[in-house]
């Protein structure tokens, strides 16, 4: 089992909180990911990032930003929630290149009322 | 553009049958095609990984097959049991992406019923 981490599992926030989404990983991964999912969508990048003082933005454009202080530290912040943010959220790792398999976390659930 | 498409959407089984579920892509350059189980309000976790020059490969009850010429895989579950109740996400990747590039599809959600 990949030891990768999110925290919390499920968070419910109203309009216009500031929220971190944690996200860990063990492995000493280099390469790290944010996806979000809608129920019954396909995942899609929005975040990634190389190694630590790297990050760069995904193919769906989001609101939220990330940070990449230590290599096992990855996370990911709203400014300000917004009903349109509820969704799942999953942080991956990767240990190389894409022929390598990428570990997922067991995701956050964001709902924003 | 590069695309994964899966088939069928959605499938309903009896505990002890077989199924079988569809994966159309159009990456390229290719480099290689994972199955994926989601579980729900879970993580997808690995079940099969195909470089091009492999056309099948098994992991237990689950086989996938590869067919890099027609750009089609699939994935073969034998004797189904209740826990594969879940979602199948094929996922193919782009060769030399140092990103590691991954193109998802949007499942096949399976339950498996008593």
């Known amino acids: 089992e990949a030891d990768i981490y999110q925290t919390p599992r499920y968070l419910v926030i109203g309009t216009g909180k500031k929220i971190t989404l944690e996200c860990s990983q063990t492995m000493g991964h280099d390469k790290m990911y944010w996806y979000q999912q809608d129920p019954g969508m396909e995942l899609h990048l929005i975040h990634y990032?190389?190694?630590?003082?790297?990050?760069e933005k995904g193919d769906l454009s989001s609101e939220s930003t990330v940070s990449r202080i230590r290599t096992e530290h990855f996370p990911l912040t709203l400014e300000s929630a917004r009903p349109s943010h509820t969704s799942q959220y999953l942080c991956?790792?990767?240990?190389?290149?894409?022929?390598?398999?990428?570990?997922f976390g067991p995701g956050t659930r964001l709902t924003v009322t | 553009k590069n695309q994964v498409e899966q088939s069928p959407q959605s499938l309903i089984i009896l505990e002890g049958k077989n199924c079988t579920l569809q994966c159309n892509y159009t990456v390229s350059p290719f480099s290689n095609l994972r199955w994926y189980k989601q579980d729900t309000g879970r993580g997808p976790v690995s079940l099969t990984i195909?470089?091009?020059?492999?056309n099948t490969k098994s992991n237990g009850r689950y086989t996938a097959t590869l067919d890099a010429d027609t750009k089609q895989s699939s994935l073969h579950i034998t004797a189904s049991q209740l826990s594969d109740s879940a979602s199948y996400i094929c996922?193919?990747?782009?060769?030399?992406?140092?990103?590691?590039?991954?193109?998802f599809g949007r499942g096949t959600q399976l339950t498996v019923w008593p």
């Open positions: 990032s190389y190694g630590v003082n790297s990050t």
């Open positions: 195909m470089t091009f020059s492999e």
């Open positions: 996922v193919v990747s782009d060769r030399g992406s140092t990103l590691g590039r991954l193109y």
């Open positions: 991956a790792s990767l240990p190389g290149d894409s022929s390598y398999e990428q570990y």
